[in-house]
């Protein structure tokens, strides 16, 4: 019998429907939580002691998986702890980081096989971490600036010498005034250069514009590289394809060897096992790395190109411990 995979994701997220299908329909044991089940319905029992690991077991109403068992950990933004009504402010704040602490921690402990550590995922979302690992590891990056400074921006400029763009340093998507917005990178002109008020607010990301003839979204998924090249079809789509997903058509590519080298490498430094990169290829052809997500989303890729990334991950799961 196979080892059970154990599945941490939000229950309303769709594509980790995917990858438990694709594992259940292999025969593999699957037990899928939420942290947002803790702790009203779902329970630990772990132990340690000086004789053995981590034991005990994880329990919904319908289910259980021993944690000495468990042979991998597909772990992919679940929600947040939920707890009974009629706690106070500090009373919840004080159970939630019990919680972290508690089952997050037992959690971490376990020694098998992640797709991807938490630990791993915090530290790699970090843009400046990414690109500092990305250049180390012999990919091309574009020049880039981080500041809260108006006049750093116009040298940086300046020294670039051609067009610059200003992008989120963290996660591109707000809620204002209860809407979900989302905000894109921004190509800006010589006259954004006369005004940059708000620049010293908060942490601001600059970087010189990379002439493309196309993106790439590479999906990683252990030594799999499952590669999509995406054409813009629309001038805000060439800035920030994310902005109008309409426009976009998709082909699959191939990863040069000095890439795929580069991205196994980063892979490897920053310890993970699944990521998206995104890359700008340029009109001579050259690979410009922009970001890897270790959380990124995949699924339409999937259901555009055909790429068969729900089963790569699934792969990757079933991998030795």
């Known amino acids: 019998m196979t080892a059970p995979v154990l599945i941490i994701a939000a229950h309303d997220d769709w594509p980790t429907d995917r990858i438990v299908l694709e594992l259940e329909t292999r025969g593999v044991d699957v037990f899928r939580m939420d942290t947002a089940d803790f702790p009203q319905q779902l329970v630990l029992a772990g132990r340690i002691d000086q004789g053995r690991a981590w034991t005990g077991d994880l329990t919904t109403k ?16 679940p929600g947040a702890f939920r707890f009974p009504e009629g706690m106070s402010g500090p009373e919840e704040r004080f159970a939630a980081a019990q919680a972290r602490a508690g089952l997050g921690g037992v959690l971490s402990a376990l020694e098998c096989r992640w797709v991807n550590h938490p630990t791993a995922m915090a530290r790699a979302e970090y843009k400046p971490v990414q690109l500092a690992a990305a250049r180390a590891c012999g990919l091309h990056i574009p020049p880039t600036l981080l500041t809260n400074r108006p006049d750093d921006v116009r040298a940086f400029a300046a020294e670039v010498g051609g067009p610059i763009v200003c992008k ?30 708000g620049v010293d607010t908060t942490a601001h990301l600059f970087q010189a514009w990379a ?24 001038e805000a789509a060439h800035a920030d394809w994310r902005s109008d997903y309409g426009s976009l058509t998709y082909t699959t590519t191939t990863v040069p060897d000095s890439v ?16 998206a990169a995104d890359f700008i290829v340029g009109p001579e052809g050259q690979w410009t790395f922009l970001e890897v997500n270790p959380c990124g989303q995949w699924d339409w890729i ?20």
Do not use: N
């Open 211 to 234: 002439p493309k003839a196309y993106e790439v979204r590479l999906t990683i998924a252990g030594d799999r590289m499952l590669a999509a090249a995406i054409h813009a079809g629309s």
């Open 260 to 275: 795929a080298a580069g991205v196994r490498r980063l892979m490897d430094r920053l310890q993970l096992r699944f990521g």
């Open 168 to 197: 989120p340093v963290a996660s591109p998507v707000l809620i204002e005034g209860g809407q979900l917005k989302s905000v894109y990178t921004q190509r800006l002109v010589p006259e954004d250069l006369e005004d940059l008020r």
């Open 62 to 77: 319908h289910r259980t998986v021993e944690l000495s068992r468990v042979g991998a950990v597909y772990y992919r933004a």
């Open 302 to 321: 999937q259901g555009a190109t055909g790429l068969p990334i729900a089963e790569a991950i699934a792969d990757e799961l079933q991998g030795d411990c």
